[in-house]
């Protein structure tokens, strides 16, 4: 069991790093398509607060998104290709 769970650590982790880079990507891409402008960085002192606040919203907003969907899709891909439920924490009740 011990086994599976490192295995299970792994592929959740590889799937979310790429995942991450993808939504990262994305959210990049579409802030430059509304604002015409790079991202701001939050600790640019030349960096409007407004651009910052909502950067990070629009990012904070999409790697959450993502996350629930990336943990979805890899339990239930773990389940269809290994036969069992990914071993991911006991549900709370």
């Known amino acids: 069991m011990e086994g599976s769970r490192l295995l299970w650590k792994l592929y959740a982790g ?4 790429v995942a991450a880079l993808a939504v990262n990507k994305a959210l990049t ?3 430059r398509a509304a604002t015409g402008s790079e991202p701001p960085v939050s600790d640019d002192p030349d960096a409007r ?3 910052v606040v909502l950067w990070a919203a629009a990012s904070a907003t999409g790697i959450a ?3 629930v969907a990336v943990n979805r899709f890899a339990a ?3 389940e ?4 069992s439920p990914a071993p991911v924490r006991a549900k709370r009740s």
């Open 14 to 17: 590889a799937i979310g790093a």
């Open 65 to 67: 998104i993502a996350t």
């Open 76 to 78: 239930s891909s773990w």
């Open 49 to 51: 607060a407004r651009e």
């Open 29 to 31: 891409a579409a802030w």
């Open 80 to 83: 269809r290709v290994i036969g």
